[in-house]
Structure formats: C-alpha cells, structure tokens
C-alpha cells in the first residue's frame, strides 16, 4: 500500500542525476522533503535578531491584561447579549454572501466552462472571456470591496453581504470552471453520440461528478464566509467584528473575550459540522450497502440544500438586507469638484516603495505561516499538553482577524513591515497548521511508529516518519496560500508603512478618488501576477517528486 | 548479564475485543544466537505478539523482558532499549520520498543528534558504511543515490533489511517479511537474514506457511493466541512433526496443502 507514492515513476531522480550517480560527497545539497517543509521557518531567525529592535516597551503589561483576561470572560447579560446580538449580525452576513456567492459562482462557472461552450453552443471564446474578466473581481479582497461600497451606498446591511459574494463567487466560478473542465468527457460523448440533447446529456455526464467537490469547497467557503464577516466587521461594516475592534480600543479585554469565544464556539461548531458533513457525504462507507446509501445520501444533500432557501431568505429579512440599497448611490465627495483627477498627485505616490512593501509582506507573511506550523508540531511533538496548546493556538489564531492582531501587536511593537507580517503570518498559520492537522490525521502512522519501535524519539519520529508524505501537498498549499495572502496584505494596512495596503486606506480616507482607482488597478494586476506565479510553483512541486 | 536472555515473556496476556484475547498467557524465552520460527495460521496473534515483544504494545497482564530488564519508565532509557530491537515490517516501512542512503541512516536515527539528522536531509553521510551494509544483502553501492520510490520489490526489501543492519539491533523481529514474495526471492531474502544471525544476535520471524523452516533453531506453534509447541526444529521432521502441523493448522487448510502436501516424505526440511 506504500507503494502508491510510487506513482512518481524513476525518472524522479533527475533533477539530482547531473550531479553524478555516483555515491562520491559531489551530490552538492538537496534539500530532501522533510527538510522543506521546514525550510520556511529560517525566516524566524533574521526575525528574531530584527524583533527586539521593534518592541517599545509601553504596552507589556496590557498584553498580560489580555491574555489573563482570555480566563476570565465578562460574563455580563448585557455584555453577553451585546456580543450574541453582534454574533448574529456576523453569522447572518457570512451566511448570505456565501449563498449569493455560491449561485453568483456556479452560474460565472458554468459560463466560463470550455466543456459547456463546446458541447452547447460550439465556440468556446465566450468561455476564455468571461474567465479572464472573472479575474478582476477576484484579484480585489472582500475588505476593498466592502470599503468601496460603503462610499458609495453608505452603511446598508446589504454592503458586507455583497463584498462577500462578489470575491467569493469570482472564487467559486474558478473552482466550478476547472472541476468541470478537468473531469474526463468521455461518457458526455458517449451521451452525445447516442443522441441526447445537450442540456440533459451534461446535466447526466456532468453533475454527479461536479457534486462531491463542490460541496467540499462550498463548506470551507463558509467558514472563510465567517472570518470575513467578522474581518468586515472590524471595518466598521457591522456585527461581531464591531465590538471586537471597540472593546479591544478601549482596553475592555474581558468583554473582548467574551465576544471572542463566543465566535470560537460558533467557528469550532461551523467547523466540526461541516468536517462531519463532509465524511458522511463524500467519502464512500466501507461497510455500506452500496447503491442504497448514495441515494440516501442524495436526497439529504438536496434536502439540506433547499432548507437553504428559506433560512437564506428569513435571516436576510432579519437583518433587513435590501438589495434596492444598492441602487441608491450616494455622491462622492469630492469626485463632483472639478481636478478630482490629478496626474501629479498620481506620480507623487511612491510606486516602487509601495510595490516592493507590498512583496515584501506578502513573502514574510506566508514564509511564517508556512514555516510555523510543522515547526510547532515538531517542538511540541514529545508532550501532549502541548501539542494541544498548540492546536487551541491555531484555533483562535485562524479566529481572530489580522487587523484587530495588528492592534494588539503594536501595543509592543513599532508600526511597521514585521508587525504587519506577524499579524497577517500569524492568521495564515493557523489556517495552515488545521490542513497539517489534518493531513496528518488522514495519512499513515505506520513508518513513524515504526522508527518509535526502533527507539527513535518522538520528534524525530515525526520528521521521517510522517512529514515525507505530506511535504510536497503541503508546500503546494502554501503557495496558493501566498497568493491569497498577497490580496489580504490591504487588511493589516493599518498598521501603516506597509505598501499598497496602506496607501489605499489613507487614499480613501482622504477621498483621493484618483489615487483609489489607480492603487486598486495596480493592486489587481500584482494579484494576478501573483497568482500565475503560485499557481506555476504549486504546479511543479506537485509534478516533481 | 550474560546470562539474561534477550526475550522474555512471562505469562503475557492481550485483551481483544469481545472479550477474546488476542495473546493468553504467552511463556517465551529467547537466548542469544537463536534463530526462531514463529509459525500459526493468521489471525493466531502472530503480530500481536511481535508488537508486544518489539515494546509498540503493552500487553493487558504479564511480563515483557529484554536481556533481563523491564520496559523503563524514564524516556531516555526506554529509546535505549528499543534501539537494541530492530523490526522487519511487512510493508517494509520505508520512506519513499528519501533516498536509499537517508533510509539506511534512518536506521541510525536512535543513536543521531538532532543537527545529524536534519544533516542527512540535507547531505550524503556515512557513505562508506551505508555502501558496506548493502553489500551485505547484495546490492551495488549506486543504488545509495537513488530514491526508494524508483526500486524494484526485491531491491526494496534488502534495502529494508540493510537498514536493519544499519540500526544493528541484538534482537531481530520480523513480520511475517516473505509474504507475497515468490519462492526463490523468499528463500535467498530468508538466508541473507539468517547469515546475520550469529551471537549476540538473535532472531525471532513469523511465518504464515511452514515451508521454510530450514535454518531455524527452534519452531513456535501459535494458535488463537495460546502457544501450542515450542519445538527443536528437526521435531518437526516426519510423520509426526506433520501431524503437529495439521494440528498447528486446523481450519486454515491452504497454507498447508500448498507446502507440505498429503506426504511426509516430501516435507521441506528435508531440502
């Protein structure tokens, strides 16, 4: 059964082989799987040499106040009601954007699909269009969009819900497109050659298979739904995040963490749930009764699917989304004046600076995030207690929005790149050190309880006993995980003197509309550029063994 | 000391489920230079037993001795002692995506520093004495630079054994590591083991058919997890040492005609 990592055929050795075959020292350094997965975490030191650098002394006791307060949750009925009606409010926008997404992303999937176009319709340029032009949508984060419409609408419920789905469909259009389009077509030909008309012949061919993974992405869509939601909030968009950001401000730390594991109980359910939803409905019973359990299964997705429909309907009522919000714009001001367009003001930014900030944080964020989490499983390896820390760590990590991180870092440490990356790295990690969790969880014990028996320790048991397997999945998770990080670098821009981010807030706040537009446009085009290039690297550490 | 034998069991006992014991009151000693054969239809509690002797399983009552001692309660110790237990697995265990030369150092993973071990991610150590150990179980130094992955069966499991002898264990378990191998393969691997069993070695290899008993010293009969003989290998010879088989087999008829046939004349040790 271990033999199936064998799939990587002997050409694998290549890429060492013109260092010669032979077993002299000139093999020269490569780096092997295990040691990658580690590689990322050297970020830490430089770090830790520039960090001391960075602390001012002034807020070292408030961050004892926080963390102790974290035991002793106000468990005020006014604080408590406050903090379930902002929960509410936060779980309510996740839920509707991520239901608008999830209709918005399937329709622009199927639209941008080439297997649909070709089979439906005959050309398949329409297909290339509409996913090119899904790209821009996409490459702007919730929080822009969010920011944007506040401007334009004002404070309606109806904003957060919209910033969600916009992103987050462009997200699942992708998702849907690609599933569709590199499932195999043989049996829609077979379908088509004997004659069914083209709709029922792809609903046929095609559907069955589709299902199984997008249920998978649509359930971790709505955790990411809720993280935004609360990230939204932050921003002043409502709910949840509101409260977090104006307790944390007026250092009410212990009404802040009753908030806080208010979400986390909400956020470990959401998550539980779903991971259950998962298994029960995509993973094949080893002991089932064949046929009978996938009809079962059938009719409870549906089932659950159209129990969507009106809970979607009666929490956007609760919340009193109206979509007609969105037509009512408001006039800008200062767009209306006459030099609302300023080339000199344009070139006054100092592109390059913002650009290469913008870089430099997206790389230092995602080596932490990357680079923590085998690391901390590691170390924490030999003693349960910890490694359960560690897990409650990531846990609330992947909780608590990066902004509100920023905020209580710089009660230490000077505004700046490094307490950008910490924040933004620290969030990432623990979204990354769940799928290492995870991973590991799915995969064999076998070989690490193998080197145990022969009295190795359990850490290096760990290193060569598990982390071979999942190294290269995992790096290539990271890599798409750096690219989502390069969109989420505007979130922590408050922080200040920290490229684009930054700029685009202090932009807005100063309603320079020109600067806005042409700080988005370059934002976009950096993310897209960023993502043919993890998408490259994702693809060649999957390829190569 | 010298005298201590390197296996111990004393009385040892494995709760299953359902109330039937996977192991019931298991006596064993082994003795340095000892090469035995531990035979049994499955589902006998062949493995359980190795993982309790290898110290992966602790068994429900009884006791578990090795060159005398009890498991050790400080950590440090007990590495100590499971460095001197090395394990032929079944599946081989080995680690596809490192090369040849970083699985036989894995062997050595027990005894290696921290910076040692992140090194041999890193660089090709102890080459000479990886090149030795495969010459061992005949295989051409060139392999060392080669990933595990691109081996062949038969290359994988001497490289599984030459990492054994890398970890240089006294005591020697094995399970059950010529299952699904085809004959000549499984008795050239078997000889290569034996050759490496001299004192103060030991070796303890389960075996689902009875039809390599050639070379072993002693012979151990498991069956539903109570120990049925505990025989000198040459017992096993003729009528009578077929009728323990049989006996040993019962129910579990295809592992026995397959080898040992309905005539006594034809039994393996014969060869």
Same mark, same amino acid.
């Given at each position: 059964?271990?033999?199936?990592?064998?799939?990587?055929?002997?050409?694998?050795?290549?890429?060492?082989?013109?260092?010669?075959?032979?077993?002299?020292?000139?093999?020269?350094?490569?780096?092997?799987?295990?040691?990658?997965?580690?590689?990322?975490?050297?970020?830490?030191?430089?770090?830790?040499?520039?960090?001391?650098?960075?602390?001012?002394?002034?807020?070292?006791?408030?961050?004892?106040?926080?963390?102790?307060?974290?035991?002793?949750?106000?468990?005020?009925?006014?604080?408590?009601?406050?903090?379930?009606?902002?929960?509410?409010?936060?779980?309510?926008?996740?839920?509707?954007?991520?239901?608008?997404?999830?209709? /918005?992303?399937?329709?622009?999937?199927?639209?941008?699909?080439?297997?649909?176009?070709?089979?439906?319709?005959?050309?398949?340029?329409?297909?290339?269009?509409?996913?090119?032009?899904?790209?821009?949508?996409?490459?702007?984060?919730?929080?822009?969009?969010?920011?944007?419409?506040?401007?334009?609408?004002?404070?309606?419920?109806?904003?957060?819900?919209?910033?969600?789905?916009?992103?987050?469909?462009?997200?699942?259009?992708?998702?849907?497109?690609?599933?569709?389009?590199?499932?195999?077509?043989?049996?829609?030909?077979?379908?088509?050659?004997?004659?069914?008309?083209?709709?029922?012949?792809?609903?046929?061919?095609?559907?069955?298979?589709?299902?199984?993974? /997008?249920?998978?992405?649509?359930?971790?869509?709505?955790?990411?739904?809720?993280?935004?939601?609360?990230?939204?909030?932050?921003?002043?968009?409502?709910?949840?995040?509101?409260?977090? !950001?104006?307790?944390?401000?007026?250092?009410?730390?212990?009404?802040?963490?009753?908030?806080?594991?208010?979400?986390?109980?909400?956020?470990?359910?959401?998550?539980?749930?779903?991971?259950?939803?998962?298994?029960?409905?995509?993973?094949?019973?080893?002991?089932?009764?064949?046929?009978?359990?996938?009809?079962?299964?059938?009719?409870?997705?549906?089932?659950?699917?159209?129990?969507?429909?009106?809970?979607?309907?009666?929490?956007?009522?609760?919340?009193?989304?109206?979509?007609?919000?969105?037509?009512?714009?408001?006039?800008?001001?200062?767009?209306?004046?006459?030099?609302? /367009?300023?080339?000199?003001?344009?070139?006054?930014?100092?592109?390059?600076?913002?650009?290469?900030?913008?870089?430099?944080?997206?790389?230092?964020?995602?080596?932490?995030?990357?680079?923590?989490?085998?690391?901390?499983?590691?170390?924490?390896?030999?003693?349960?207690?910890?490694?359960?820390?560690?897990?409650?760590?990531?846990?609330?990590?992947?909780?608590?929005?990066?902004?509100?991180?920023?905020?209580?870092?710089?009660?230490?440490?000077?505004?700046?790149?490094?307490?950008?990356?910490?924040?933004?790295?620290?969030?990432?990690?623990?979204?990354?050190?769940?799928?290492?969790?995870?991973?590991?969880?799915?995969?064999?014990?076998? !070989?690490?309880?193998?080197?145990?028996?022969?009295?190795?320790?359990?850490?290096?048991?760990?290193?060569?006993?598990?982390?071979?397997?999942?190294?290269?999945?995992?790096?290539?998770?990271?890599?798409?995980?750096?690219?989502?990080?390069?969109?989420?670098?505007?979130?922590?821009?408050?922080?200040?003197?920290?490229?684009?981010?930054?700029?685009?807030?202090?932009?807005?706040?100063?309603?320079?509309?020109?600067?806005?537009?042409?700080?988005?446009?370059?934002?976009?085009?950096?993310?897209?550029?960023?993502?043919?290039?993890?998408?490259?690297?994702?693809?060649?550490? /999957?390829?190569?063994? | 000391?010298?005298?201590?034998?390197?296996?111990?069991?004393?009385?040892?006992?494995?709760?299953?489920?359902?109330?039937?014991?996977?192991?019931?009151?298991?006596?064993?000693?082994?003795?340095?230079?000892?090469?035995?054969?531990?035979?049994?239809?499955?589902?006998?509690?062949?493995?359980?037993?190795?993982?309790?002797?290898?110290?992966?399983?602790?068994?429900?009552?009884?006791?578990?001795?090795?060159?005398?001692?009890?498991?050790?309660?400080?950590?440090?110790?007990?590495?100590?002692?499971?460095?001197?237990?090395?394990?032929?697995?079944?599946?081989?265990?080995?680690?596809?995506?490192?090369?040849?030369?970083?699985?036989?150092?894995?062997?050595?993973?027990?005894?290696?520093?921290?910076?040692?071990?992140?090194?041999?991610?890193?660089?090709?150590?102890?080459?000479?004495?990886?090149?030795?150990?495969?010459?061992?179980?005949?295989?051409?130094?060139?392999?060392?630079?080669?990933?595990?992955?691109?081996?062949?069966?038969?290359?994988?499991?001497?490289?599984?054994?030459?990492?054994?002898?890398?970890?240089?264990?006294?005591?020697?378990?094995?399970?059950?590591?010529?299952?699904?191998?085809?004959?000549?393969?499984?008795?050239?691997?078997?000889?290569?083991?034996?050759?490496?069993?001299?004192?103060?070695?030991?070796?303890?290899?389960?075996?689902?058919?009875?039809?390599?008993?050639?070379?072993?010293?002693?012979?151990?009969?498991?069956?539903?997890?109570?120990?049925?003989?505990?025989?000198?290998?040459?017992?096993?010879?003729?009528?009578?040492?077929?009728?323990?088989?049989?006996?040993?087999?019962?129910?579990?008829?295809?592992?026995?005609?397959?080898?040992?046939?309905?005539?006594?004349?034809?039994?393996?040790?014969?060869?």
């Amino acid at each position: 059964m271990s033999r199936s990592f064998g799939r990587q055929t002997p050409a694998a050795d290549g890429p060492g082989k013109p260092f010669g075959g032979n077993t002299g020292p000139a093999s020269g350094l490569r780096p092997a799987a295990p040691l990658l997965v580690l590689l990322p975490s050297l970020v830490l030191l430089p770090l830790l040499v520039v960090l001391p650098f960075q602390v001012h002394g002034g807020g070292l006791d408030l961050i004892g106040q926080f963390a102790l307060a974290a035991l002793t949750p106000s468990l005020d009925p006014l604080v408590l009601r406050s903090a379930l009606t902002g929960l509410a409010t936060t779980v309510g926008m996740a839920l509707l954007g991520w239901a608008a997404s999830l209709v /918005l992303g399937v329709l622009l999937g199927l639209a941008s699909s080439r297997t649909l176009w070709r089979n439906a319709l005959g050309p398949i340029w329409p297909a290339e269009l509409i996913r090119r032009l899904l790209a821009i949508p996409r490459a702007i984060h919730e929080l822009l969009w969010g920011l944007l419409l506040l401007q334009l609408v004002g404070l309606e419920p109806v904003v957060a819900v919209v910033a969600i789905a916009i992103p987050f469909g462009a997200l699942v259009a992708r998702v849907v497109a690609d599933l569709l389009d590199g499932l195999d077509t043989g049996r829609l030909d077979a379908l088509r050659l004997a004659g069914a008309p083209a709709p029922a012949a792809l609903l046929t061919a095609l559907g069955p298979p589709l299902l199984p993974g /997008l249920l998978s992405y649509g359930g971790y869509r709505l955790e990411c739904a809720l993280r935004s939601a609360t990230l939204l909030g932050v921003f002043g968009l409502g709910g949840l995040g509101t409260d977090l !950001k104006l307790t944390l401000q007026s250092l009410e730390f212990h009404e802040l963490w009753s908030g806080l594991w208010l979400l986390f109980a909400v956020m470990l359910a959401l998550e539980t749930g779903l991971g259950q939803l998962r298994r029960r409905w995509l993973m094949p019973p080893r002991l089932g009764l064949g046929r009978a359990g996938v009809g079962l299964r059938g009719r409870e997705i549906v089932l659950a699917l159209a129990a969507l429909v009106p809970l979607t309907f009666g929490v956007g009522w609760a919340l009193g989304v109206d979509p007609r919000a969105l037509l009512a714009w408001q006039s800008l001001q200062g767009l209306g004046g006459r030099g609302w /367009l300023d080339g000199a003001r344009l070139m006054a930014l100092p592109w390059p600076a913002l650009i290469a900030g913008t870089v430099a944080l997206t790389l230092l964020a995602a080596a932490l995030a990357v680079g923590l989490p085998p690391l901390q499983l590691l170390v924490s390896a030999p003693w349960p207690p910890a490694r359960r820390l560690v897990r409650l760590s990531w846990a609330l990590a992947r909780l608590w929005p990066p902004p509100l991180t920023a905020l209580l870092l710089l009660l230490v440490l000077q505004p700046g790149l490094i307490t950008a990356a910490l924040a933004l790295g620290l969030h990432n990690a623990g979204i990354l050190g769940r799928l290492l969790a995870e991973a590991l969880a799915d995969g064999s014990g076998a !070989k690490e309880q193998a080197l145990v028996s022969a009295g190795v320790g359990p850490r290096l048991a760990l290193l060569y006993g598990r982390y071979p397997a999942i190294a290269r999945p995992y790096l290539a998770y990271g890599a798409y995980r750096a690219d989502v990080l390069l969109r989420e670098t505007v979130v922590v821009g408050l922080v200040g003197a920290t490229g684009l981010g930054s700029q685009l807030l202090e932009s807005l706040s100063s309603f320079a509309w020109d600067q806005l537009l042409a700080l988005v446009a370059v934002y976009a085009l950096l993310t897209l550029l960023g993502e043919e290039l993890s998408d490259r690297l994702r693809r060649r550490l /999957l390829q190569r063994a | 000391m010298a005298a201590a034998a390197l296996l111990e069991l004393r009385r040892v006992s494995v709760a299953g489920r359902g109330g039937v014991p996977r192991l019931e009151g298991v006596n064993l000693v082994i003795e340095p230079g000892e090469r035995v054969a531990l035979l049994g239809p499955s589902g006998a509690g062949k493995s359980t037993l190795l993982t309790v002797a290898n110290g992966l399983l602790p068994p429900s009552s009884g006791e578990v001795l090795w060159q005398g001692e009890a498991p050790a309660r400080s950590r440090r110790l007990r590495r100590r002692q499971q460095a001197r237990i090395g394990t032929l697995w079944q599946d081989l265990r080995l680690i596809d995506e490192l090369s040849v030369q970083q699985n036989l150092n894995a062997g050595r993973l027990a005894a290696w520093s921290w910076p040692r071990a992140l090194l041999n991610l890193l660089l090709p150590l102890d080459t000479p004495a990886n090149a030795a150990v495969l010459a061992r179980v005949d295989l051409a130094p060139e392999l060392l630079d080669q990933p595990v992955a691109a081996l062949s069966g038969g290359q994988r499991q001497r490289v599984a054994i030459a990492r054994l002898l890398r970890q240089d264990p006294t005591l020697l378990l094995a399970d059950e590591p010529l299952a699904s191998l085809d004959p000549r393969l499984a008795a050239s691997l078997l000889a290569l083991l034996l050759a490496e069993v001299t004192p103060p070695r030991a070796l303890l290899l389960s075996l689902h058919r009875p039809d390599l008993l050639a070379g072993f010293d002693r012979v151990i009969g498991l069956r539903s997890g109570r120990l049925v003989f505990d025989a000198v290998a040459g017992d096993l010879q003729g009528a009578a040492g077929v009728a323990r088989l049989k006996e040993l087999y019962r129910g579990d008829t295809s592992a026995l005609e397959e080898t040992i046939g309905t005539d006594p004349a034809q039994t393996p040790p014969g060869r």
